[in-house]
């Protein structure tokens, strides 16, 4: 047992990787007035449990990945299971993994969800594809009318000067997992527009490929979603779009 130990300490898993991060996953430094981070990695109990069953249930080998980068976390989604995309609902039902967490419903987890089932499940697709986002934790600002409402990190241009150091900093650490560099997945027009700037300056990326957001084709596009899979799935396994 000691020996097994040893080794897999010194050749962890892609899910040892993964989990590893997210433990260490915090946000200390100011943000501009009237914006906030929610961490569900440490606001939250019993995340960090369900994040384990999740990764070492779908990424407990040594593949490579395709990396597709979102924006940041919705509060319904990643922002209550820790998991990019992946709602209360979804991940008990497609994923096999019951929790005691509120039952919540995220848009863009429609889409994606419906995605990875004509890829050919979720064992298939996350075999291949590991999700983050340029902010790896869910942003929050303060609403018109009292409270907190999900937010993105360009939203405010102080809110990108802000994060753009943090986030170069996570995307590093994120390419050491071992995803495949040749190509990033982007999500959104707008967030593509700050990638490019930020893998301009790291350098992580040789190229990458730009998709609609989940979001926008289920809210605005639900009629066409059938050739958005179709999209999705010929960049993913092709390589274009």
Same mark, same amino acid.
């Given at each position: 047992m000691a020996t097994k130990i040893t080794a897999d300490k010194l050749n962890p898993s892609f899910a040892d990787r993964v989990l590893q991060f997210h433990k260490e996953l915090k946000y200390s430094a100011p943000l501009p007035p009237g914006f906030g981070v929610l961490n569900p990695m440490q606001e939250t109990p019993g995340v960090l449990d369900l994040m384990e069953q999740f990764y070492k249930?779908?990424?407990?080998?040594?593949?490579?990945?395709?990396?597709?980068?979102?924006?940041?976390?919705?509060?319904?989604?990643?922002?209550?299971?820790?998991?990019?995309?992946?709602?209360?609902?979804r991940l008990q039902s497609?994923?096999?993994?019951?929790?005691?967490?509120?039952?919540?419903?995220?848009?863009?987890?429609?889409?994606?969800?419906?995605?990875?089932?004509?890829?050919?499940? +979720?064992?298939?697709?996350?075999?291949?594809?590991?999700?983050?986002?340029?902010?790896?934790?869910?942003?929050?600002?303060?609403?018109?009318?009292?409270?907190?409402?999900?937010?993105n990190y360009y939203d405010d241009p102080r809110l990108i000067e802000a994060l753009m150091p943090y986030m170069?900093?996570?995307?590093?650490? *994120?390419?050491?997992?071992?995803?495949?560099?040749?190509? +990033?997945?982007?999500?959104?027009?707008?967030? +593509?527009?700050?990638?490019? *700037?930020?893998?301009?300056?790291?350098?992580?990326?040789?190229?990458?490929?730009?998709l609609p957001h989940p979001r926008y084709i289920q809210q605005y596009r639900s009629r066409d979603k059938d050739l958005f899979i179709d999209e999705y799935i010929r960049a993913l396994k092709e390589g274009y779009i």
């Open positions: 249930k779908f990424y407990e080998d040594h593949q490579p990945r395709k990396f597709i980068v979102g924006i940041n976390p919705g509060r319904h989604g990643a922002g209550t299971t820790g998991i990019p995309f992946t709602d209360s609902k497609i994923c096999g993994i019951k929790s005691d967490l509120p039952s919540t419903h995220e848009v863009s987890a429609l889409f994606v969800y419906d995605m990875i089932e004509a890829y050919g499940g +979720a064992k298939a697709f996350y075999g291949d594809v590991y999700i983050q986002s340029m902010f790896p934790l869910a942003l929050v600002r303060e609403g018109s009318r009292g409270g907190w409402v999900n937010c170069i900093g996570q995307l590093k650490k *994120q390419v050491a997992f071992g995803v495949d560099t040749s190509v +990033a997945y982007v999500l959104g027009k707008k967030n +593509a527009r700050y990638f490019e *700037q930020l893998n301009q300056k790291a350098h992580l990326f040789e190229r990458m490929i730009v």
